[in-house]
T-cell receptor, first 115, second 112 residues
Framework: GAVVSQHPSRVICKSGTSVKIECRSL??????MFWYRQFPKKSLMLMAT?????????EQGVEKDKFLINHASLTLSTLTVTSAHPEDSSFYIC???????????FGSGTRLTVV | QKEVEQDPGPLSVPEGAIVSLNCTYS??????FMWYRQYSRKGPELLMY????GNKEDGRFTAQVDKSSKYISLFIRDSQPSDSATYLC????????????FGKGTRLSVIA
């Protein structure tokens, strides 16, 4: 089946630094990538949608200058959390779609802790 | 009214029980329905999917969609402790290029 590799699985960084999270579709072409944030015991909160080669579309309330999304190829998307603060600590999950209505595959998530 | 309503639980059942999980939705344009299972600190994994109304069975799992009532269900038979997870319903109107709309997720614990 379709596999999406997301790494790192967990990262601890100092306040003020930037962190990059990678999401790769291993055996299919991801025409669209989605980035989510999840708080403990809560559902997924969509942050942004990106199509290969286009600028990402951010959800209301998500700072696009803080959460930089790049989708430069059909197999790779990155989320960079810039100037991280403790309130950015969360579980971040990517999802890649090949355009099929059931073709949404999720990464295993990245636990970010900002100290 | 939220687009997708799902009781967050938690739901605790004994091993071997039949589990019924449900979601209701308000947008009649949804056509593709999915159930994801998410273990703690992991990404969601697709469990079942159905198109429009009807039933689909896969092993111990059955997914049902009733579009007239805007109601979807997931049944788990002979539940096992390994089924303990959060179950998220999700749906979309058309292609895979638009974000899924998720329910809040139901936390299920199956007690041995």
């Amino acid at each position: 089946g379709a596999v999406v590799s997301q790494h790192p699985s967990r990262v601890i960084c100092k306040s003020g630094t930037s962190v990059k999270i990678e999401c790769r579709s291993l055996d299919f072409q991801a025409t669209t990538m989605f980035w989510y944030r999840q708080f403990p015991k809560k559902s997924l909160m969509l942050m942004a949608t990106s199509n290969e080669g286009s600028k990402a579309t951010y959800e209301q309330g998500v700072e696009k200058d803080k959460f930089l999304i790049n989708h430069a190829s059909l197999t790779l998307s990155t989320l960079t959390v810039t100037s991280a603060h403790p309130e950015d600590s969360s579980f971040y999950i990517c999802s890649a779609s090949d355009g099929d209505p059931y073709g949404y595959t999720f990464g295993s998530g990245t636990r970010l802790t900002v100290v | 009214q939220k687009e997708v309503e799902q009781d967050p639980g938690p739901l605790s059942v004994p091993e071997g029980a039949i589990v019924s999980l449900n979601c209701t939705y308000s947008n009649s344009a949804f056509q593709y329905f999915m159930w994801y299972r998410q273990y703690s600190r992991k990404g969601p994994e697709l469990l079942m999917y159905t198109y429009s109304s009807g039933n689909k069975e896969d092993g111990r799992f059955t997914a049902q969609v009733d579009k007239s009532s805007k109601y979807i269900s997931l049944f788990i038979r002979d539940s096992q402790p390994s089924d303990s997870a959060t179950y998220l319903c999700a749906m979309t109107m058309n292609s895979g290029n638009t974000p899924l709309v998720f329910g809040k997720g139901t936390r299920l614990s199956v007690i041995a």
